[in-house]
């Protein structure tokens, strides 16, 4: 994209390379950038981030799962709440974002036992009631059984000539055409590199925008 708007600015194209291999090298840029300041291997992340230790992954729940995005300090005393362990607002090693390996562990042991006494969505009203950072783990028949998912064009039905009506899944973005582009021609050669925009059709003549 960032490719075809400089052409557009500058009239000049260029070759766009993109590789399986550095597609994962970028992915995981944090554990990258980890191992070149301290020259340590990050380590598997064991259901959850490698760098992130407390608070962040895959949970189950009594029927499904959460995936959690960590909880900052801001949002602990909230976290305790939905939870219903006040007493771990004020616990030393887990009110804090970044904690060690070994307190990551533990913590994890504890809220798999945690999530795991109530149904994915006991949790998602107890969790959005404290803001927390999290999202229910859905099944590709529960995505699809969601009215957002078509309300924006992320899966869409149309007319098979064979098969009838199907529903597809389709690119995360769209493109409209709301009017047509300005046309560009070539004042010159295209050695000068200059052009102008013209409008075709007005009396025979090309009138410069």
């Known amino acids: 994209m ?51 230790h407390a608070l962040y992954g895959v949970f189950p729940t009594a029927d499904g799962a959460l995936a959690m995005a960590g909880c900052p300090e801001h949002l602990w005393e909230g976290m305790c709440r939905a939870i219903e362990r006040p007493e771990w607002v004020d616990h030393p090693s887990y009110n804090q974002y970044f904690v060690t390996k070994e307190i990551g562990r533990q913590m994890r042991q504890d809220f798999l036992e945690i999530f795991s006494e109530r149904t994915t969505a006991e949790w998602t009203e107890r969790l959005s009631a404290e803001e927390q950072r999290f999202s229910p783990v859905r099944s590709h028949d529960e995505v699809t059984a969601d009215p957002q998912s078509f309300a924006n064009g992320y899966i869409v039905e149309v007319d098979h000539p064979q098969f009838g009506k199907v529903k597809l899944s389709v690119a995360r973005f769209k493109c409209l055409i709301r009017r047509l582009a300005l046309e560009l021609k070539l004042s010159n050669s295209v050695k000068t590199q200059k052009w102008s925009w013209w409008k075709p059709g007005m009396n025979g003549m090309n009138s410069k925008v």
């Open 2 to 52: 960032a490719a075809l708007f400089a052409r557009e600015r500058t009239g000049r194209g260029q070759r766009v390379d993109v590789s399986l291999l550095g597609g994962q090298i970028w992915m995981q840029a944090p554990e990258y950038t980890h191992y070149f300041l301290t020259g340590e291997l990050a380590g598997r992340s064991n259901g959850g981030h490698p760098l992130v």
